[in-house]
């Protein structure tokens, strides 16, 4: 469900047409600059109804890393 | 004895007369917070209090990396009050790489030579790594950590530091910009008398610009100081996460002033939709400031249509033109008429460096005429100044120049000559307004900020198949695109294998996203020794980029792949 509604984000917001899966890193292979990580941050947010902070964010570098995160507040 | 003239501290004394004056922010959920100028002055006092007792004196610099918040401005407005000098550094981005977060901002650090960071405890944290390599001598504290001690007045003389804001500088890593009390507050009183208030109308500005931005700090927070009125301000990442934000906040408060760069405009009509819209009203905008970055004719165009139907007037689109050397501002565009495009002849401009309008031409964006104060000058290479209409490095006289790179002699006589600062940006007068047709300097400059092409070039070092220290960027804006374009230009070792050669482009971008956080809109690799050098063998960046443009740089592969740069999607 969560991998669904990023992959859906990256579809809506992040041009990405490609299949989003969890080992996709978001610099490297889903070429996300600064202004679209930033992006992505935001739209997740409104998505799951979630807040990321500093901390949550430090560790993220791949699609799985945020799946996890926002699963660890959503069961939180 | 001459009348000491006013500054930045004499209009916080006097701040908070009026009980509308102060700081409004803005949150996520678009709620308000309000904070008064009197209420910042006494929190700023006791913030001075603890910086003096750490031992912060007049002139010592104080790094400040917060959020858009009020805690900035406690900070900023105590160091001020203890004759220390706010070097403001920008936070890490969202979801960005930390490592090279904290090495770019020991580098700013270390070059600031600030003592103490004043930040938040999240940022402490992970800042903690990047302290042991510079000489701040009081670590990173918050606010809540300083000490409680009464502050002791420091009279700042006119000729005191007021602020340190960093620039990529004509050449070169960022650069330190040391600007005078003098020198803020005379661009803040050039910028507050356009804006005259009436018995029918306080002017109000809203801005979503990073503060430690020379366009959100001078030109939004000093100007609203001196006139003792309110500033609306909401984050730059609430900003690009959702641009309506900005129009909407606009049309709440009925602010009248609003500056935002080209890329701003352009993220509006990509990103927002009527839906965003629905009981907005922009009629009351009446100046809408452009600057920072190359103005796209076409943005202005298409955003003055598409939101004319919220009531936006295109005389409130106003192209200025600033930079950080300056304090900020140098010329505007006239704000009662809507703002002015020149067509171009295009080989004239390219080949001859001369602008002759022809009706087909090349559209150029008007920056208007010199503020109130400011001179300026056309120069040709061998420094004598140029016709109307024939293409030059912008030469500008003001009195909010900076004093100099901080602790750089060299770089500061380098563009600082004669009271006449060197700007580095190429352009001509026509029909009495300035111009701008690229630059000499070798800066990149993406969505409002300067980026030195040495950090983009120094990204690839380590890519596999690249030749040592062959590596070229430029941003600039090609004919017809939203914005300024970021290039790459690298040529392949003669050692290469096959398969190193074909992963170069995606290895190239990938080192260039992940180190900062920019995306590539050109690549070209090149045959070795293709980069056009000097004869100590330094790479041209304006040589090469011409070149490409008149398409004499020969490609090993051409993998240019236009992007829609600033486009989300």
């Known amino acids: 469900m969560i991998l669904a509604g990023i992959a859906e984000v990256a579809r809506a917001h992040l041009g990405w047409d490609g299949v989003v899966t969890p080992d996709l890193r978001l610099i490297e292979d ?23 902070d500093e901390g949550d964010e430090a560790g993220i570098e791949t699609v799985g890393d945020l799946v996890a995160v926002v699963r660890g507040k959503l069961d939180a | 004895m001459p009348e000491r003239p006013e500054g930045i501290l004499d209009w916080l004394e006097q701040a908070g007369r009026r009980p509308e004056g102060g700081l409004r922010f803005v949150d996520r959920t678009e709620t308000a917070t309000w904070f008064g100028w009197a209420e910042i002055r006494e929190r700023a006092r006791a913030a001075c209090g603890g910086m003096q007792a750490l031992g912060i004196e007049r002139g010592a610099r104080v790094a400040l990396i917060f959020p858009t918040g009020i805690d900035f401005f406690v900070a900023f407005f105590g160091a001020l009050l203890a004759g220390a000098v706010p ?29 103490l960071i004043l930040s938040e405890s999240r940022l402490c944290r992970i800042l903690g790594d990047a302290l042991q390599e510079t000489h701040l001598a009081l670590g990173c504290r918050t606010l809540e950590d300083l000490p409680v001690e009464s502050p002791r007045t420091i009279l700042a003389a006119p000729s005191d530091l007021a602020l340190v804001q960093f620039s990529s500088g004509t050449t070169g890593d ?47 927070v000093f100007p609203a100081l001196a006139r003792d009125a309110t500033l609306t301000l909401f984050a730059p990442e609430l900003f690009v996460a959702c641009p309506a934000l900005w129009l909407r906040t606009l049309s709440r408060y009925r602010a009248t002033i609003s500056p935002a760069p080209n890329f701003a405009y352009n993220l509006c009509l990509n990103r927002v939709s009527d839906k965003d819209m629905e009981g907005v009203d922009l009629s009351g905008w009446q100046t809408a ?21 919220w009531g936006f007037r295109p005389e409130a689109m106003t192209p200025v033109y600033g930079l950080s050397e300056a304090a900020l501002a140098v010329t505007f565009s006239d704000l009662a008429r809507p703002y002015r495009v020149t067509h171009f002849d295009r080989e004239k401009l390219a080949r001859e460096g001369r602008a002759r309008a022809s009706v087909n ?18 120069v040709g290479p061998e420094g004598c100044d140029l016709p109307a209409g024939d293409v030059g490095q912008v030469w500008i006289q003001g009195p909010s120049l900076m004093e100099g790179y901080l602790g750089d002699p060299e770089a500061t006589a380098n563009v600082l000559r004669d009271g006449w600062l060197d700007t580095g940006d190429l352009g001509f007068q026509y029909a009495g307004e300035l111009y701008l047709a690229g630059r000499a300097k070798d800066a990149v400059i993406l ?15 380590e890519v596999p198949g690249l030749r040592t220290s062959s590596a070229v960027a430029v941003s600039w804006l090609p004919e017809d695109a939203p914005g300024e374009e970021l290039a790459l230009f690298v040529e392949a070792s003669r050692q290469a294998a096959p398969e190193e050669l ?19 809109d ?34 090993l592969e051409s993998a240019a792949s236009l992007r829609l740069s600033g486009v989300l999607a």
């Not at chain 2, 400031?289 to 139907?309: D, H, K, T, Y």
């Not at chain 2, 150029?364 to 400011?374: L, M």
């Not at chain 2, 969505?447 to 070092?461: D, K, L, S, Y």
């Not at chain 2, 971008?509 to 920019?518: F, S």
């Open chain 1, 30 to 52: 889903l070429r996300l600059d600064s202004i679209r990580l930033l992006t992505l941050a935001a739209e997740v947010e409104n998505r799951f109804r979630v807040l990321l």
């Open chain 2, 87 to 115: 070097v403001p550094l920008y936070p890490p981005a969202r979801l960005g790489r930390r490592e090279e977060y904290v090495r770019r901002t020991a580098q700013l650090l270390e070059r600031s030579g600030a003592r």
């Open chain 2, 174 to 220: 960022p650069k330190p910009v040391a600007l005078s009390h003098r020198a803020v507050a005379a661009q803040a009183e050039i910028l507050a008398g356009f804006w005259p208030d009436s018995p029918e109308q306080r002017q109000s500005c809203v801005s979503w610009l990073p503060l430690y931005h020379d366009m959100g700090l001078i030109g939004c």
């Open chain 2, 289 to 309: 400031l452009n600057g920072a970055e190359s103005i796209s004719p076409g943005v202005l165009q298409a955003f003055c249509e598409r939101f004319a139907a």
């Open chain 2, 361 to 378: 031409g090349r559209e150029i964006v008007s920056v208007g005429r010199p503020v109130p104060g400011f001179r300026l000058r056309i």
């Open chain 2, 447 to 461: 969505r409002g900020r300067n980026h030195a092409p040495e950090e983009i070039e120094r990204a690839v070092e």
């Open chain 2, 502 to 520: 074909a992963a170069l482009p995606d290895a190239c971008r990938e080192a260039v996203l992940g180190a900062t956080g920019l995306a590539v």
């Open chain 2, 522 to 555: 050109r690549l070209e690799v090149l045959a070795p020794g293709t980069l056009p050098r000097t004869s100590s063998g330094k790479l041209r960046r304006g040589e090469t980029l011409r070149l490409y443009l008149a398409g004499e740089l020969a490609g």
